[in-house]
């Protein structure tokens, strides 16, 4: 049996909406997010060393980050979510399967952490300047580079519907992270309309809604 070990608010959800589309009978084992932290329960690290979710077992296996179990998964139980073996537009879904956590989510991750630097309680005197270094690194380089990720997203869209091509496949599953992330705290909005096609498209999907039922909280959904 498939275990998900699923932390509310998280990448696995992700999962969580590949298995619903895949059809496989699979379990969640939840975990709560500290709330002040953010960060995983210490118990996540018995599954995996990293502690960070999502994690995978199946029967012997233990698998954790999201492009290598979204990979197995489909390979292993749904191949119709991948592109034909050796087609470009395989290679095209494993391009966006690393893209995804590789590229995609460094600006976003960079962004959430000066904007907690902006906003965290500290003491006054350090307070200007704390906040200066921050806005300069936003400014001069992550919002540039959000901009270029975001940009080059919607210039893609207007190459196929989906992230591989005209088929919906794992790749669509994998790239739903950063862009509802991108939606929530990074300035994606109707500016870039495939990209908010794309969120509507999947936020459609019967998978995904049942994903989102059985996963709990998840703020990115709108
Ligand atoms: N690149 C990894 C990232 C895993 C990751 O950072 N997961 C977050 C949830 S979105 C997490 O577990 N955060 C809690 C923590 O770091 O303790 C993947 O895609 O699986």
Redesign the pocket.
């Known amino acids: 049996m498939i275990t998900v070990h699923h ?1 509310n608010n ?3 959800q992700r999962i969580l909406w590949l298995l619903e589309e895949l059809g496989v009978e699979y379990q969640i084992k939840r975990y709560e ?1 500290d709330p002040q932290t ?3 329960p210490p118990e ?1 690290r018995a599954v995996h060393p990293l ?4 994690v995978v077992t199946d029967g012997e296996l233990t698998l ?4 290598a ?1 979204i990979d197995y998964l489909a390979n292993r139980y749904g191949p119709h979510l991948l592109p034909a073996a050796e087609s470009p537009e395989r290679l095209r879904c494993n391009y966006w399967l690393h893209y995804a ?1 590789g590229s995609a ?1 460094s600006p976003l991750l960079l962004k959430l952490v000066f904007d907690k630097v902006e906003s965290s309680p500290m003491p006054f005197f350090i307070k200007p300047i704390a906040r200066g270094i921050a806005q300069k690194v936003k400014n001069a380089f992550v919002a540039p580079q959000l901009k270029l990720h975001l940009d080059y997203l919607e210039g893609e869209l207007g190459e196929s519907t989906w992230f591989a091509g005209e088929q919906f496949s794992a790749a669509d599953i994998q790239m739903s ?1 950063p862009l509802e992330a991108a939606a929530a705290r990074a300035g994606l909005d109707a500016s870039r309309p495939r990209l908010m096609a794309f969120l509507e498209r999947i936020h459609a999907r019967p998978a995904y809604r049942r994903a989102l039922e059985k996963g709990g909280e998840y703020a990115y959904a709108k």
């Open positions: 932390l998280s990448r696995s997010r953010l960060l995983a996540l502690g960070k979710s999502p954790a980050e999201s492009g179990i956590e989510m992270f």
